[in-house]
């Protein structure tokens, strides 16, 4: 069952992923087609399921994380099951 | 060239004085020395004594002097007119020892703008320092934790040695940077009350005397050096004052701990002399002391002396794998802190982030950075145990580093867990130390621990890649658990369905009919790699020619396969009985056979051995044949090993010695046996 996500409610909780996303959002609200988010800085995401999101916003964590830091970097965990979403999702986020 | 001679003549005159009395070493005239006393520059010797011991307390204050700015001032551009000055200065090796001011200018060597000319004066510095490689003990390679030296030997060439020892000592303690200062040994060239005691008798912490604002002097390394004069005791005394006010000024420098501490503490503490002991006694109770007093009654059992000097080199090579414990104990207590540059706030503050199925495995991880940071700090406190008082010098003097805690060099250092910890391989790395073993590991290293692993190594990513691509890289990994895509278009796994088999491309395009448009430029490239020969007929797709050839193929195999399984049918399996003798009797072994012949039990004539032995084929069939035979000759005949004895005997050994009575049968003798019976006819005719 899809369920709406908002992108906002990862938002808060993450410090790393805040900056991140709101460049993000500014590149997907016209994917969205909900230029409302502007003011709300708010995505809904009808077509991506709830765990696929939760491991997009993962994924970003990780980026920031990993990018431009001297560690090395490690493998982003990704479970068979939900590759294939995963890679949906990343295709249409194009990240 | 003038001051050149000059510095080596007053140096050999200095140690000659030294031998005297205890008079602060005879040091050159520095340039403002020199103008003050403009007349005395070619003094005698003997006369110069007084005045040099002035000048030599003045160059030696104004050494300490520059040294001290150098130490508090980290200004570069005072830095450089600083080290000029010193520079300029006419450096003898005697103050080097003493104010150790050679290892503060070594310290900058790594600075921007004053390295260089830091070096170059190390340099310099170090060439006033003779190589004395003569010397038995001097210079000794090995660690400083396993050397052990025996200086005892009573030299009468005192002045020779004390000079020895004085530019080891230079040398050694010039080089000596890299054990952090923390560790505090007395320096002491040890007293030499002299040739009397036999023993140097550990001594923890350095005389009473306080501690002169003077940056240390020796490190542990140093004191270890027999000095054979007993006027040492004063320079000692100073010099361990020295040592614990430089002590707080080389943590400065170095972040290094007490690593090589313990081990070189007690080879240190072996050294000193009886004189040294005495004065520690009479300081008694003083704990301001670096050393922990607790190892020193351990020391004092201790009979062997060990001096060791580590060379410049070995102390340049010299790792010292522990990490900073001071930094240690700092950051478990700033993890607590949310700092973004901090791995276990990031954990943390991903933990407040995900959802409820990966708190657990972020919490796991916070968990693992938090068992990591009291591992850490556990073993902080266990090291840093023996040192606390060391401990406090350490952190007070710390105004160079910047403020951010740097993450500890540990051995066991892990890269930040990843997210889902328990989908990534861990990596354990188990430092071992590397004991002589009975089972054979014969390579024992010495300065560092042999490392063993275990598990597979956790692999990094070449950079960061995209979420597409990590989710490609997955699927590529598990292509077989590819059924139904839904509504996933070629496009997106084509990167994965090029890695595919034949097998598996057919079996995904089963489940997911729309990949057939697509793939044929995939099955294009199957066809070219596994049919080359052939090309496709014509209207038929790179696909439909695969799966052609490909059953075609398969056919073949099958063929072939049916045919050589039909060929070996025929054979008999198992195990087949072969009877030897078919057509005539058994013969028996060549002494039964003459036994047989001298007491005339051969059993049965050949008559009737021969009805017996009617022209039966060999069959291949043993089943028929045991069938006749047991039918029939079964008295007769038995396995061909060994059967005459137990069967009837045959007449068997008739017909070999008889070949005459076989006639009459169609009894072939084969080639070869012929020929043997001519051959041996004669021996076993009628015996």
């Keep these: 069952v899809l369920q709406n996500q908002k992108w906002l409610a990862y938002e808060s909780s993450n410090l790393f992923v805040t900056s991140f996303l709101i460049g993000l959002l500014h590149a997907f609200c016209n994917l969205a087609g909900q230029f409302a988010e502007n003011e709300t800085n708010e995505v809904n995401f009808r077509e991506i399921p709830s765990h696929v999101l939760s491991k997009v916003c993962m994924y970003f964590t990780y980026k920031v994380r990993y990018t431009n830091s001297s560690t090395e970097i490690p493998e982003f965990p990704i479970a068979p099951e939900i590759a294939l979403e995963l890679l949906m999702a990343a295709n249409f986020l194009d990240c | 060239?003038?001051?050149?001679?000059?510095?080596?003549?007053?140096?050999?005159?200095?140690?000659?004085?030294?031998?005297?009395?205890?008079?602060?070493?005879?040091?050159?005239?520095?340039?403002?020395?020199?103008?003050?006393?403009?007349?005395?520059?070619?003094?005698?010797?003997?006369?110069?004594?007084?005045?040099?011991?002035?000048?030599?307390?003045?160059?030696?204050?104004?050494?300490?002097?520059?040294?001290?700015?150098?130490?508090?001032?980290?200004?570069?551009?005072?830095?450089?007119?600083?080290?000029?000055?010193?520079?300029?200065?006419?450096?003898?090796?005697?103050?080097?020892?003493?104010?150790?001011?050679?290892?503060?200018?070594?310290?900058?060597?790594?600075?921007?703008?004053?390295?260089?000319?830091?070096?170059?004066?190390?340099?310099?510095?170090?060439?006033?320092?003779?190589?004395?490689?003569?010397?038995?003990?001097?210079?000794?390679?090995?660690?400083?934790?396993?050397?052990?030296?025996?200086?005892?030997?009573?030299?009468?060439?005192?002045?020779?040695?004390?000079?020895?020892?004085?530019?080891?000592?230079?040398?050694?303690?010039?080089?000596?940077?890299?054990?952090?200062?923390?560790?505090?040994?007395?320096?002491?060239?040890?007293?030499?009350?002299?040739?009397?005691?036999?023993?140097?008798?550990?001594?923890?912490?350095?005389?009473?005397?306080?501690?002169?604002?003077?940056?240390?002097?020796?490190?542990?390394?140093?004191?270890?050096?027999?000095?054979?004069?007993?006027?040492?005791?004063?320079?000692?005394?100073?010099?361990?004052?020295?040592?614990?006010?430089?002590?707080?000024?080389?943590?400065?420098?170095?972040?290094?701990?007490?690593?090589?501490?313990?081990?070189?503490?007690?080879?240190?503490?072996?050294?000193?002399?009886?004189?040294?002991?005495?004065?520690?006694?009479?300081?008694?109770?003083?704990?301001?002391?670096?050393?922990?007093?607790?190892?020193?009654?351990?020391?004092?059992?201790?009979?062997?002396?060990?001096?060791?000097?580590?060379?410049?080199?070995?102390?340049?090579?010299?790792?010292a794998p522990t990490p900073v414990k001071k930094k240690k104990k700092q950051q478990p207590s700033s993890s607590s802190h949310s700092k973004p540059s901090q791995s276990s706030s990031g954990s943390s503050s991903r933990q407040n982030r995900t959802t409820a199925s990966s708190s657990s495995s972020s919490s796991k991880a916070n968990k693992a950075n938090g068992s990591q940071s009291s591992k850490r700090s556990h073993s902080d406190s266990r090291s840093s145990e023996p040192k606390p008082e060391k401990r406090k010098r350490v952190v007070e003097a710390l105004p160079t580093l910047p403020d951010i805690p740097l993450p500890a060099i540990q051995p066991n250092y892990r890269p930040l867990p990843s997210i889902d910890t328990p989908l990534s391989p861990q990596r354990r790395k188990v430092p071992v130390c590397n004991d002589e073993e009975d089972a054979g590991f014969t390579g024992k290293r010495f300065n560092s621990k042999m490392v063993v692993y275990s598990g597979s190594k956790t692999s990094y990513l070449p950079r960061m890649m995209t979420l597409y691509e990590q989710c490609i890289r997955v699927l590529q990994n598990n292509i077989d658990s590819i059924a139904e895509v839904g509504g996933v278009p070629f496009e997106i796994l084509e990167p994965v369905l090029e890695r595919c088999t034949p097998e598996q491309l057919y079996r995904i395009e089963q489940s997911n009919q729309c990949f057939t448009e697509d793939s044929d430029e995939l099955w294009m490239r199957h066809c070219r790699r596994d049919f080359k020969r052939e090309s496709p007929q014509e209207f038929e797709s790179w696909r439909e020619m695969y799966l052609r050839l490909h059953d075609e193929r398969e056919e073949r195999l099958r063929l072939l396969t049916q045919n050589i399984s039909s060929a070996h049918a025929n054979k008999p399996k198992g195990r087949q009985v072969k009877m030897a003798f078919v057509n005539s009797v058994a013969k028996p072994p060549r002494d039964v056979r003459r036994r047989q012949e001298k007491f005339g039990t051969s059993s049965g004539s050949s008559s009737a051995s021969t009805a017996a032995a009617s022209p039966i084929k060999i069959r291949p069939a043993s089943s028929d044949f045991a069938g006749d035979s047991s039918r029939s000759t079964s008295s007769h005949f038995s396995s061909p090993a060994g059967s005459s004895r137990s069967s009837a005997p045959p007449g068997g050994g008739g017909g070999t010695v008889h070949p005459g009575r076989e006639k009459p049968q169609v009894k072939k003798i084969a080639p070869m046996m012929a020929k043997t019976i001519k051959a041996f006819k004669n021996r076993f005719s009628r015996r």
């Excluded at chain 2, 002491?188 to 009473?208: A, F, L, M, T």
Aim: aromatic share 6%; with cysteine.
């Design chain 2, 1 to 319: 060239m003038f001051v050149g001679v000059f510095s080596f003549y007053w140096m050999f005159c200095g140690s000659v004085l030294k031998q005297r009395n205890s008079s602060p070493a005879v040091s050159l005239c520095s340039a403002r020395i020199l103008k003050q006393f403009p007349g005395d520059r070619v003094p005698a010797a003997t006369a110069a004594e007084p005045p040099a011991a002035a000048m030599a307390d003045q160059l030696l204050e104004t050494v300490e002097r520059l040294q001290s700015r150098i130490q508090d001032n980290p200004e570069p551009r005072k830095l450089l007119k600083t080290l000029k000055r010193l520079g300029e200065v006419q450096m003898t090796v005697d103050i080097l020892v003493r104010t150790g001011v050679g290892k503060t200018v070594n310290s900058f060597r790594k600075h921007d703008d004053v390295g260089e000319l830091a070096k170059s004066l190390v340099a310099k510095w170090k060439k006033l320092v003779p190589q004395t490689a003569d010397r038995p003990n001097s210079h000794p390679k090995p660690a400083p934790q396993s050397h052990h030296r025996s200086y005892r030997e009573p030299s009468p060439e005192e002045e020779r040695s004390y000079v020895e020892e004085e530019e080891e000592e230079e040398m050694v303690y010039q080089s000596n940077y890299s054990p952090s200062p923390p560790q505090q040994q007395q320096y002491s060239p040890p007293q030499r009350g002299g040739y009397e005691s036999e023993e140097y008798e550990p001594e923890p912490s350095p005389p009473p005397l306080p501690p002169p604002p003077l940056p240390p002097a020796r490190k542990e390394i140093r004191h270890s050096k027999p000095s054979k004069n007993h006027h040492h005791r004063d320079e000692e005394r100073w010099q361990a004052g020295s040592d614990r006010g430089g002590g707080k000024k080389r943590s400065a420098d170095r972040e290094r701990t007490n690593s090589p501490p313990p081990p070189q503490k007690k080879h240190s503490r072996k050294s000193t002399p009886h004189d040294t002991k005495k004065e520690e006694k009479k300081k008694g109770g003083e704990d301001a002391r670096p050393r922990p007093p607790k190892d020193s009654p351990s020391k004092e059992d201790d009979d062997d002396f060990e001096a060791h000097t580590m060379s410049f080199e070995s102390f340049l090579t010299y790792d």
